[in-house]
């Protein structure tokens, strides 16, 4: 199958090393715990294990057989026949880290290209190879700004309308360095973000807000950066790709550091990964930058080409006094994004973005009709919005389900205080129809 | 390799000028040529700030290493060569001249006594060999 | 040749994909939060697939060829992990679906702890987190957190020997540990003396990976992980090195308490040119309370005709979560197939013939290259890449001399403790022809450093672009190929 010896070449070998027998080669292995046997279930053919997985797999009712409006972190989103092509290709697949710049100038120029992208997309200077998903990227985040203020600011303050998950991955990082604070900002979920000002003081290192933010509201953060900046803190957006192809970038409001998840770049859903963190900043903070970074210089004969750079701030070199121990980025997915932005280029990300915006905002007014639910919209929103519905959400969910549809996100399950809250997306894939249709069933389900 | 007489080291690679009270702070010629092209330097310290011996005061990289600085006597940080920084070449190229550190006002001025004079440097990089 | 970038292809009005017009009525966004502009190119899709693919021919892949890089695992990747991890039913599956429309993927995820366990012998599994050194940064949480658990707040330090992955370390700082250096004995083992003199109860654990970084299987490995519970510290296995193991020994029952699995070495994911991986986490019975939230588990037990309901469980001392949703799904999905396809006893003949692979083309390089332990290997093994009465020629000049022989040079320059360093790792699905034709290169390369030295200094001369300069680089600092004017 995938051992190609056969039993000559087999003893050929074990001749020309000096031993008799395969087991010969394991004597240093304590001879209690040598050659367990593993209770596994049989080896399988391809066409048996494939045959199986198939099972599995349509043992799902998924995002592809429904019609989704769920999102909360992930999107259902168009990828080209394009995509797919080039990323399967094995020279990207199966190459790994590019060590040798040589023969790794494939993969070294795509990321060169995603940090291009990435940095014109939000609007800031630089941005790195990329991170495992966007909650780790944020958590980098504020690992760049402990450092940079060498720890003697210790309090980062978190906007409340974070996706919670993200804020238990900030946590998980930040909370073994030395008396790092972590604080949401806030009383209620729902708090508009320009109230953070009165928890930044001279001990902040770091305030963050997300754009849209978890509840798919946008804000305008200039005069928040400002009086962020007036403090000596940094300021951090945790933004969405897609709405950066039509909104505002975080750069043109004044962050120093912009994050965000690259899942709706050309990334399947794929039940939660592997997806794409990217990390962009200003050239002042190239240098505390975690992770990888490919930078353009010439070869021996004067030509162009691609590096890893900055390495001596990485794991290998620094060992314990690296500021992260990131050794990989996402590359694969690294590059789907790039081909996904390069694809669908200035006009299809500002159209697929517009198209998103377009049909939210008819979906919230179709729901809003709806008796009993009321869509809270008095802060502008992309294309994920929060309904209170009359009943409880897993209750809606489960009809909705039958008839066809992924209902929204159960805010409740994050948080007691927003029970019977549904958020809900709308990306580019779902027709007007669909809308139409799955207002009609909210509305069924509501009198069940 | 480079061991100006008159000055004290560390066998961490650092040296001082003392001058006074005063110590001038850079690291030595074997420490350059141990870390090649440097493309990064950074004092991780300011004026003013009470400095213990043997704590960490700058930062340098070349392209495939990082080294650490250390102060190896207490002071007071009363001057930093701002310009090092963007030019850290220098520290290949003049690491006893252009490519001085920081001063300091030393609190105990015998602690220098416990470092290398030239020759006992010298003789320590040899045992290190290349 | 040199490939333009995206940008320098780009012209002005060309599309590579159409989007349907809206069929919506019209809502104008708010004019102030719209972006002035998208400085983006603009291609066609031919544009695109030319360009990368391209690009695509100027890498070296496991695909292309031998690709030996010691740590690295670069076996050949089954073309079927792909066609099963591209399944619309599990490509298409929303994480936060409710649980009754994903226990396809559930169940999977759920066998594929099980089967981790077994392969390990430990007692629980996270898949959670996202690569090797999340994987280890998660494994020492845990230790810390079960000795904060039973109040015992001193112990601090973390032991790490010489040879250790550089992540070892970095890890246990970004977790506000100590770092305490242990060194190895003359046989390339932990040395047993030194650690007893550290262990005392500041210690929360020891950091080990088995076989180490030279390729060798610690003879005393026992012996160290109870002088480590001795002291009441605790000791993680880094599973770098796991292909080295399957069916040959299992970690658990060695003793160790925590390790990491690569799914992207061991089990046969591709690497992607730098990720994803896939880093899940195995546990003993004491430390399962302190897994990443959530891990999969069965939520309501089958009845007569109903299988169970599977679900997700937090683990009630959990350290908290360490990426969104449950791991790197697409990996775990192909990392089956393969655990799948092998059953046992094609898992422990993948690790023989591993070991019989690097022991081979040691047999093949030894009289030419120094060898600094002299042992029978695991599934890699260290070189010296220099020879003592030719100090200008170094492991990288061998190393890019590889490049013109058409191979993927081994790591070089690691681990540290051995002087310039090639390790190699050439994986049980290299076939004798390749190690035969590998090790021919490797031999002709020390006739070349001796006689015609200019040809290693000079390499590589085949490949798209000759050697880089790194200073330029790094002081220059290009990290974009195109940005807008700054208003």
Redesign the interface.
């Given at each position: 199958m995938f051992i190609p010896h056969t039993d000559q070449e087999k003893e050929a070998m074990l001749s020309s090393i000096g031993v008799k027998r395969l087991e010969d080669l394991f004597t240093a292995v304590p001879e209690k715990h040598r050659f367990p046997k593993l209770e596994l279930p049989d080896g399988l053919t391809e066409m048996e294990v494939l045959d199986e997985l198939k099972d599995y797999s349509s043992a799902n009712e998924t995002a592809g057989d429904l019609v989704c409006f769920l999102g909360a972190g992930a999107y259902r989103h168009y990828i080209p026949a394009a995509v797919n092509a080039l990323i399967s290709r094995g020279e990207f697949s199966t190459a790994y880290t590019p060590y040798q710049p040589e023969i790794s100038q494939g993969t070294l120029q795509a990321i060169f290209e995603f940090q291009t992208l990435v940095a014109n997309l939000t609007g800031m200077d630089v941005s790195n190879a990329s991170h495992y998903d966007g909650a780790t990227a944020s958590a980098e985040a504020g690992v760049m700004a402990y450092h940079n203020f060498r720890g003697k600011r210790s309090k980062i303050i978190l906007s409340p309308a974070i996706n919670p998950q993200y804020k238990e991955v900030m946590c998980s990082y930040l909370c073994g360095y030395e008396n790092v604070e972590l604080i949401t900002g806030g009383k209620d979920p729902f708090e508009n973000p320009e109230m953070l000002p009165e928890e930044i003081d001279d001990n902040t290192a770091l305030v963050v807000v997300q754009y849209p933010d978890f509840f798919g509201r946008i804000h305008d953060f200039t005069n928040l950066a400002k009086k962020v900046h007036e403090s000596g803190a940094l300021f951090t957006v945790i933004a969405n790709p897609t709405a950066l192809g039509l909104l505002k970038t975080p750069g043109a409001m004044g962050a120093d550091i912009v994050v965000g998840e690259g899942q709706p770049l050309g990334i399947p859903l794929s039940f939660g990964g592997p997806y794409l963190g990217f990390l962009a900043t200003k050239n002042e903070l190239v240098r505390k930058i975690s992770g990888r970074l490919v930078g353009e210089t010439v070869d021996n004969q004067g030509r162009r080409g691609f590096v890893l750079t900055l390495t001596a701030r990485e794991q290998h070199i620094r060992r314990e006094k690296a500021t992260s121990n990131i050794c990989t980025n996402q590359g694969l997915m690294a590059l789907t994004a790039t081909v996904y932005m390069s694809l669908l280029g200035k006009s299809g990300m500002k159209h697929v973005a517009n198209l998103c915006y377009q049909k939210a905002h008819y979906a919230a007014a179709v729901i809003g009709k709806i008796p009993g639910f009321k869509v809270l919209d008095e802060h502008p929103f992309f294309h994920e919005f929060v309904v209170k519905c009359p009943t409880d959400v897993e209750h809606l969910n489960h009809h909705l389900l039958d008839a066809g549809f992924l209902g929204g996100f159960d805010l409740g399950k994050v948080d007691p205080r927003l029970k019977d809250h549904m958020l809900v997306a709308v990306t580019e894939v779902i027709t007007k129809e669909e809308i139409d249709d799955f207002a009609v069933a909210l509305k069924e389900a509501a009198h069940d | 390799m480079n061991t100006p007489q008159g000055l004290k080291y560390a066998s961490t690679d650092e040296w001082l000028k003392v001058e006074g009270n005063i110590a001038t702070l850079g690291v030595t010629d074997y420490a350059q040529d141990q870390l090649s092209d440097i493309v990064f330097f950074e004092v991780t310290v300011e004026v003013g700030d009470e400095i213990k011996k043997g704590t960490i005061v700058a930062t340098i990289e070349s392209v495939k290493a990082a080294a650490d600085v250390a102060l190896p006597a207490s002071g007071k940080v009363i001057e930093v060569n701002e310009a090092l920084a963007n030019s850290p070449e220098l520290i290949n190229s003049d690491p006893f001249g252009g490519a001085w550190m920081l001063k300091v006002e030393l609190t105990d001025p015998s602690e220098v006594e416990s470092l290398m004079d030239a020759a006992a440097y010298a003789s320590y990089c040899e045992t290190r060999g290349h | 040749m040199?490939?333009p970038?995206?940008?320098e292809l780009?012209s002005p009005g060309?599309?590579?994909?159409?989007?349907?017009e809206?069929?919506?009525?019209?809502?104008d966004?708010?004019a102030?939060?719209?972006?002035?502009d998208?400085?983006?190119?603009?291609?066609a899709?031919i544009d695109?697939?030319r360009?990368?693919?391209h690009?695509?021919?100027?890498?070296?892949?496991?695909?292309?060829g031998f690709?030996p890089?010691g740590s690295?695992t670069?076996?050949?990747?089954?073309k079927?992990n792909?066609?099963?991890?591209?399944?619309?039913?599990?490509?298409?599956?929303?994480?936060?679906?409710?649980v009754e429309?994903?226990?396809?993927?559930l169940?999977?995820m759920y066998q594929l702890q099980e089967?981790l366990k077994?392969?390990s012998?430990f007692d629980a599994v996270s898949l959670q987190p996202?690569?090797?050194?999340?994987g280890?940064?998660t494994g020492v949480?845990i230790i810390?957190a079960y000795h904060k658990s039973r109040g015992d707040e001193k112990r601090t330090r973390v032991i790490i020997p010489d040879s250790a992955?550089?992540?070892n370390?970095?890890?246990?700082?970004?977790?506000?540990?100590e770092?305490v250096h242990l060194p190895s004995d003359k046989r390339g083992n932990v040395d047993l003396a030194a650690l007893k003199e550290i262990c005392d109860d500041t210690i929360a654990g020891l950091m080990l990976t088995n076989p180490n970084t030279l390729g060798?299987?610690?003879?005393n490995?026992?012996e160290v992980i109870e002088i480590v519970h001795a002291a009441g510290g605790l000791v993680y296995g880094d599973g770098a090195n796991l292909n080295a193991l399957l069916?040959?020994?299992?970690p658990g029952?060695?003793g160790f308490d925590v390790m990491h699995f690569n799914l992207h070495k061991t089990f046969?994911t591709?690497?992607?040119?730098?990720?994803?991986?896939?880093g899940p986490v195995a546990v003993t019975a004491a430390l399962a309370d302190f897994l990443?939230a959530p891990i999969v588990g069965i939520v309501e037990e089958a009845s007569d005709d109903v299988p169970p309901l599977y679900g997700f469980l937090d683990p009630p001392q959990s350290?908290?979560?360490?990426?969104?949703?449950?791991?790197?799904?697409?990996?775990l999905?192909r990392a089956?197939?393969y655990?799948?396809?092998?059953?046992?006893?094609?898992?422990?003949?993948?690790s023989?013939?591993a070991?019989?692979?690097a022991?081979?083309l040691?047999?093949?390089v030894k009289g030419k290259y120094t060898l600094p332990y002299d042992?029978?290997c695991m599934h890699e093994f260290v070189v010296e890449g220099v020879w003592p009465d030719l100090p200008d020629v170094h492991a990288l000049d061998i190393?890019?001399r590889l490049?013109d022989y058409d191979f993927?040079?081994p790591?070089n320059y690691?681990p540290l403790i051995v002087h310039e360093a090639l390790m190699i790792e050439p994986t049980?699905?290299?076939?004798?022809q390749t190690l035969d034709a590998f090790a021919d290169a490797l031999l002709k390369i020390a006739d070349e450093a001796r006689n015609e030295p200019e040809l290693l200094k000079n390499a590589?001369h085949n490949?798209?672009?000759?050697?880089?300069?790194?200073?330029?680089?790094?002081?220059?600092?290009?990290?974009?190929?195109?940005?807008?004017e700054k208003e």
């Amino acid at each position: 199958m995938f051992i190609p010896h056969t039993d000559q070449e087999k003893e050929a070998m074990l001749s020309s090393i000096g031993v008799k027998r395969l087991e010969d080669l394991f004597t240093a292995v304590p001879e209690k715990h040598r050659f367990p046997k593993l209770e596994l279930p049989d080896g399988l053919t391809e066409m048996e294990v494939l045959d199986e997985l198939k099972d599995y797999s349509s043992a799902n009712e998924t995002a592809g057989d429904l019609v989704c409006f769920l999102g909360a972190g992930a999107y259902r989103h168009y990828i080209p026949a394009a995509v797919n092509a080039l990323i399967s290709r094995g020279e990207f697949s199966t190459a790994y880290t590019p060590y040798q710049p040589e023969i790794s100038q494939g993969t070294l120029q795509a990321i060169f290209e995603f940090q291009t992208l990435v940095a014109n997309l939000t609007g800031m200077d630089v941005s790195n190879a990329s991170h495992y998903d966007g909650a780790t990227a944020s958590a980098e985040a504020g690992v760049m700004a402990y450092h940079n203020f060498r720890g003697k600011r210790s309090k980062i303050i978190l906007s409340p309308a974070i996706n919670p998950q993200y804020k238990e991955v900030m946590c998980s990082y930040l909370c073994g360095y030395e008396n790092v604070e972590l604080i949401t900002g806030g009383k209620d979920p729902f708090e508009n973000p320009e109230m953070l000002p009165e928890e930044i003081d001279d001990n902040t290192a770091l305030v963050v807000v997300q754009y849209p933010d978890f509840f798919g509201r946008i804000h305008d953060f200039t005069n928040l950066a400002k009086k962020v900046h007036e403090s000596g803190a940094l300021f951090t957006v945790i933004a969405n790709p897609t709405a950066l192809g039509l909104l505002k970038t975080p750069g043109a409001m004044g962050a120093d550091i912009v994050v965000g998840e690259g899942q709706p770049l050309g990334i399947p859903l794929s039940f939660g990964g592997p997806y794409l963190g990217f990390l962009a900043t200003k050239n002042e903070l190239v240098r505390k930058i975690s992770g990888r970074l490919v930078g353009e210089t010439v070869d021996n004969q004067g030509r162009r080409g691609f590096v890893l750079t900055l390495t001596a701030r990485e794991q290998h070199i620094r060992r314990e006094k690296a500021t992260s121990n990131i050794c990989t980025n996402q590359g694969l997915m690294a590059l789907t994004a790039t081909v996904y932005m390069s694809l669908l280029g200035k006009s299809g990300m500002k159209h697929v973005a517009n198209l998103c915006y377009q049909k939210a905002h008819y979906a919230a007014a179709v729901i809003g009709k709806i008796p009993g639910f009321k869509v809270l919209d008095e802060h502008p929103f992309f294309h994920e919005f929060v309904v209170k519905c009359p009943t409880d959400v897993e209750h809606l969910n489960h009809h909705l389900l039958d008839a066809g549809f992924l209902g929204g996100f159960d805010l409740g399950k994050v948080d007691p205080r927003l029970k019977d809250h549904m958020l809900v997306a709308v990306t580019e894939v779902i027709t007007k129809e669909e809308i139409d249709d799955f207002a009609v069933a909210l509305k069924e389900a509501a009198h069940d | 390799m480079n061991t100006p007489q008159g000055l004290k080291y560390a066998s961490t690679d650092e040296w001082l000028k003392v001058e006074g009270n005063i110590a001038t702070l850079g690291v030595t010629d074997y420490a350059q040529d141990q870390l090649s092209d440097i493309v990064f330097f950074e004092v991780t310290v300011e004026v003013g700030d009470e400095i213990k011996k043997g704590t960490i005061v700058a930062t340098i990289e070349s392209v495939k290493a990082a080294a650490d600085v250390a102060l190896p006597a207490s002071g007071k940080v009363i001057e930093v060569n701002e310009a090092l920084a963007n030019s850290p070449e220098l520290i290949n190229s003049d690491p006893f001249g252009g490519a001085w550190m920081l001063k300091v006002e030393l609190t105990d001025p015998s602690e220098v006594e416990s470092l290398m004079d030239a020759a006992a440097y010298a003789s320590y990089c040899e045992t290190r060999g290349h | 040749m040199t490939e333009p970038t995206i940008y320098e292809l780009s012209s002005p009005g060309r599309v590579g994909v159409r989007f349907p017009e809206s069929d919506v009525p019209r809502y104008d966004p708010p004019a102030d939060l719209l972006r002035s502009d998208l400085p983006f190119p603009e291609l066609a899709e031919i544009d695109v697939i030319r360009h990368f693919t391209h690009l695509s021919a100027k890498n070296y892949s496991i695909d292309k060829g031998f690709y030996p890089l010691g740590s690295c695992t670069m076996k050949y990747n089954p073309k079927i992990n792909e066609v099963t991890a591209g399944l619309p039913g599990f490509a298409f599956s929303h994480p936060l679906q409710p649980v009754e429309t994903v226990q396809g993927n559930l169940y999977l995820m759920y066998q594929l702890q099980e089967f981790l366990k077994e392969i390990s012998g430990f007692d629980a599994v996270s898949l959670q987190p996202a690569a090797g050194a999340q994987g280890e940064f998660t494994g020492v949480k845990i230790i810390n957190a079960y000795h904060k658990s039973r109040g015992d707040e001193k112990r601090t330090r973390v032991i790490i020997p010489d040879s250790a992955h550089g992540t070892n370390p970095a890890t246990t700082s970004m977790i506000g540990l100590e770092v305490v250096h242990l060194p190895s004995d003359k046989r390339g083992n932990v040395d047993l003396a030194a650690l007893k003199e550290i262990c005392d109860d500041t210690i929360a654990g020891l950091m080990l990976t088995n076989p180490n970084t030279l390729g060798l299987f610690d003879e005393n490995v026992c012996e160290v992980i109870e002088i480590v519970h001795a002291a009441g510290g605790l000791v993680y296995g880094d599973g770098a090195n796991l292909n080295a193991l399957l069916g040959i020994t299992r970690p658990g029952d060695l003793g160790f308490d925590v390790m990491h699995f690569n799914l992207h070495k061991t089990f046969s994911t591709p690497h992607g040119g730098g990720g994803p991986g896939s880093g899940p986490v195995a546990v003993t019975a004491a430390l399962a309370d302190f897994l990443p939230a959530p891990i999969v588990g069965i939520v309501e037990e089958a009845s007569d005709d109903v299988p169970p309901l599977y679900g997700f469980l937090d683990p009630p001392q959990s350290i908290g979560r360490v990426k969104t949703f449950f791991g790197q799904f697409g990996m775990l999905v192909r990392a089956y197939t393969y655990i799948r396809m092998h059953g046992p006893d094609g898992l422990r003949k993948v690790s023989e013939y591993a070991v019989l692979n690097a022991n081979y083309l040691l047999s093949k390089v030894k009289g030419k290259y120094t060898l600094p332990y002299d042992r029978i290997c695991m599934h890699e093994f260290v070189v010296e890449g220099v020879w003592p009465d030719l100090p200008d020629v170094h492991a990288l000049d061998i190393a890019k001399r590889l490049m013109d022989y058409d191979f993927h040079p081994p790591t070089n320059y690691f681990p540290l403790i051995v002087h310039e360093a090639l390790m190699i790792e050439p994986t049980e699905t290299e076939n004798k022809q390749t190690l035969d034709a590998f090790a021919d290169a490797l031999l002709k390369i020390a006739d070349e450093a001796r006689n015609e030295p200019e040809l290693l200094k000079n390499a590589p001369h085949n490949t798209p672009v000759s050697r880089l300069d790194e200073v330029k680089a790094a002081k220059e600092l290009v990290l974009c190929c195109w940005l807008p004017e700054k208003e």
